[in-house]
Structures are given as C-alpha cells and as structure tokens.
C-alpha cells in the first residue's frame, strides 16, 4: 500500500536566464527580459513528494517534521532570499531555469531518502508555470 506525502514549502530568489556561449542578442532574442543584466526575482513554491510503504508502527510513509527540516537545511537555507547565479555553486555553470532549479533540489534531497521511497519535485515559477522532476 504506497502513500504519497506532499509537503509544500516557499522561497524568494534571483535569477538571471543567460547562456554565456551566446552573444547578449541571442540571449534577449531566446530568454526576453529573464536575461536582464541586473537579475529578477520569483517567488518559488516547491511542492516536493515522497511516495513509499505506510509504516505500520508510525502510520507515517516519512514523518512529516523530518521532511520539512530536511528541505529546509538541503533548499531554503541555501536559495531562499539569494540571487541564484550568483550566491550558490549549483547555477555557477548551469542556466537557472525552473527546469534547472527543480533538477537540483531532487538531486539535493534524494541522498537523504531511504531508497524505496519515490521523490518528485514540483515547482512554481509564478501561479501559472511550473515544471516537474520525478528522478
Ligand atoms: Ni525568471
């Protein structure tokens, strides 16, 4: 019997759309305003899951606290209020789309899960884009 847990969390970030391969024309031309010089921002909402096995000595699939403590040592403490190309590693080298951003927080989160559970990742851009990453 496989449940799914869904905790939602928040965080406000900095991005700037930009491949530096490309001349500042193309970039404007593919990102529009995402590749503004000087950054915008997004308030992010992050839905992440953990599908498993209900424990019969808990009736938890994954206790819930230990889900938001995890997300919030592993994602806000490092994304939340922080220009994302600038003041993490993870976009040094990687455009920071929310395809990107969804990616790295599954890959952030999955090594602390027990490896039965399943992980998704949805992201929201703003109210109307989101992406997905189920590993
Ligand atoms: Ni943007």
């Known amino acids: 019997m496989k449940v799914t847990v869904c ?5 406000n970030a900095a991005h700037r759309l930009y491949n530096p391969a490309w001349s500042d024309e193309h970039n404007t031309e593919v990102f529009g305003p995402c590749a503004n010089v000087n950054y915008h921002g997004h308030n992010y909402e992050l839905v992440v899951r ?5 424990d019969p000595d808990t009736g938890y699939v994954y206790d ?3 889900l938001s403590t995890l997300i919030k040592t592993e994602i806000l403490d490092t994304f939340d209020h922080r220009n994302l190309n600038l003041d993490t590693t993870d976009f040094r080298n990687l455009i920071p789309t929310a395809e990107n951003i969804a990616v790295i927080i599954w890959q952030r989160l999955r090594p602390h899960l027990a490896a039965p559970l399943g992980l998704s990742v949805t ?4 109210e ?3 992406v997905e990453y189920h590993g």
Not at 7 to 11: A, S
Not at 123 to 126: D, I, K, Q, R, V
């Open 128 to 130: 109307r884009n989101f």
């Open 64 to 66: 819930m606290k230990l």
């Open 7 to 11: 905790r939602k969390e928040h965080f």
């Open 50 to 54: 953990v599908t498993g096995e209900v």
């Open 123 to 126: 992201l929201f851009e703003t």
